[in-house]
């Protein structure tokens, strides 16, 4: 298969040559053969320019997994504008900020997140005299906004070529390595390399025979590139539901037939108690496992008892996103997340940048990438993304075993990973900074046999006589308000005073201490 130069391309190709095939279907029934889905794209592309788009432009997307996120997507990129996939369970000042700090002049949304964008929307418009249009699927459109029947109305028109390889396609919203959560540039280079990577892997990870269940979120890099990527690469049958539910799943991997089932780790905890779960697992060949570490445990837990085999990488959003995958290890080692896929470089550094090499490689050291699947730097200068070298830094810290296979150690970034997103704990603490009667916030993360980890928060009351309480349910209300439910602390803790070093910073290895010794149940 020869190479395309833009993701949208892939379903051209598909459509001119599997055409009565069908490529997407939602669980409740709706979908499009390849042929279908290549006319949509192409209106959406047109109709994109009626409504003020043209190429470059950013167009935010805030919807569910549904076939219109897909249309949409592909349909922007097709006109070489540029998606801004975003949470559909942000809050209307999330939205408002990505949509300011994107400069996007378009947001598509569906009935269960119109109400937030409609928020989030006249809030940047008080500041910003930018065109800014709303188009909504699935519901009636307010006087001022436009139908995704409306944009679709547009005679589809053959593609332009994508000059440009280096343009960007996506902006995709992630903590980065510092402070507030800024915007990865993935380049429609980057797109198209990461899907080409992955597709040397032997045994594939996808067939063109292949189901391949859609569950996970399709704004998040793994639904969108390592899965709808991966399915318009090689022509399989992508199955798409709104979200996990453990019988549900089941029900929709039985009744469709799912062969491939990517998830993210808590699935296995969900999964864990489920009757006959063998049985329901019958027409799965492969479970692959993505977006935080997988246990060793787990997965030999779960292949006995189902006889599917899982495999789990290592990937991030700034390279789009696989790095390493466990179907590239011949005998990996327990807890590997395996090798680098072909056409990616990965080395270890110490606190210097200089490499390890020889026996030091049993040592951790920061895990640096290269390849042309890394992204551009972060909006919108392109700051901090790879050195002169092509290098860059992921402020993951691993070790390498004899095989050459990756373990994951520890995370250089103060990152908290819930259900497979990130959250920035500094994001959160300087939301609660903002509730009155709050003096000083630490958040970190614990350990959570569901989600992974969790997040949990510590306050200290300006007024040492506060009423405690009142405090902690004003700061719960405050947090439900201004963020997305993953972010929201499921923990939190009224206390006299944080623990600082002789500069002052709060030591949140004590924190984290404390934590492990209260799931140990040392303490209460």
Excluded at 187 to 210: C, G, K
Excluded at 310 to 327: D, K
Excluded at 397 to 417: E, P, Q, S, T
């Amino acid at each position: 298969m020869s190479v395309v130069a833009d993701v949208a391309a892939l379903v051209g190709t598909a459509a001119a040559e599997a055409g009565d095939r069908l490529a997407v279907v939602e669980a409740g029934g709706r979908g499009m053969t390849w042929s279908e889905l290549d006319v949509e794209v192409s209106r959406v592309a047109s109709g994109l320019g009626p409504a003020g788009i043209v190429a470059g432009h950013r167009v935010l997307l805030a919807l569910g997994n549904r076939l219109e996120f897909v249309t949409t997507y592909l349909g922007v990129l097709r006109a070489q504008a540029v998606a801004v996939p975003v949470n559909p369970g942000s809050t209307p000042n999330e939205l408002a900020r990505m949509l300011a700090d994107s400069g996007s002049r378009l947001v598509v949304a569906d009935p269960d997140t119109i109400g937030p964008v409609r928020a989030a929307v006249a809030e940047v418009r008080q500041d910003d005299d930018r065109p800014l249009r709303v188009v909504l699927v699935g519901g009636e459109p307010a006087p001022d906004e436009q139908s995704y029947d409306d944009l679709r109305t547009a005679e589809p028109r053959d593609p332009l070529p994508l000059r440009d390889p280096e343009a960007l396609a996506v902006l995709l919203y992630t903590s980065g390595t510092s402070g507030r959560p800024r915007a990865v540039m993935l380049t429609h280079r980057a797109l198209v390399a990461n899907l080409e990577q992955v597709a040397t892997v032997e045994p594939p990870m996808i067939h063109s025979d292949d189901v391949v269940l859609g569950v996970l979120p399709l704004f998040h890099v793994y639904g969108l590139n390592a899965v709808l990527g991966g399915v318009l690469r090689h022509r399989a049958k992508l199955v798409l539901a709104e979200r996990f539910d453990p019988e549900g799943t089941l029900d929709l991997i039985e009744d469709e037939a799912c062969s491939v089932v990517p998830v993210a780790p808590p699935v296995f905890a969900h999964w864990r108690g489920v009757d006959a779960l063998e049985e329901r697992l019958g027409p799965v060949r492969l479970v692959l496992s993505g977006s935080a570490p997988l246990s060793a445990e787990v997965i030999d837990e779960f292949t006995a008892r189902t006889g599917v085999p899982v495999h789990q990488g290592y990937g991030l959003t700034e390279a789009a996103p696989v790095v390493t995958t466990t179907l590239r290890s011949e005998g990996s080692e327990p807890g590997s997340v395996g090798s680098p896929l072909d056409g990616i470089e990965l080395r270890l550094v110490d606190d210097d940048r200089v490499q390890l090499t020889g026996a030091d490689l049993s040592d951790p050291g920061e895990i640096e990438i290269r390849g042309a699947n890394l992204f551009s730097g972060y909006w919108p200068d392109g700051v901090d993304g790879p050195d002169e070298d092509g290098w860059w830094p992921t402020g993951d810290v691993g070790v390498l075993d004899a095989a050459g296979d990756l373990h994951l150690v520890d995370r250089v970034k103060d990152l908290v990973i819930v259900s497979g997103f990130n959250v920035y704990p500094t994001e959160v603490e300087s939301v609660i900074c903002d509730v009155p009667g709050v003096r000083e916030v630490a958040v970190i993360g614990a350990d959570d046999v569901v989600t992974g980890e969790t997040v949990v928060a510590f306050v200290v009351p300006a007024d040492a006589g506060a009423d405690r309480d009142a405090l902690a349910a004003a700061v719960t209300a405050w947090c439900a308000d201004r963020l997305a439910r993953f972010k929201q602390p499921t923990r939190l803790e009224v206390v006299d005073e944080l623990p600082h070093s002789v500069t002052g910073k709060v030591q949140k290895g004590r924190l984290r201490g404390q934590e492990r010794r209260r799931a140990l149940g040392l303490i209460e």
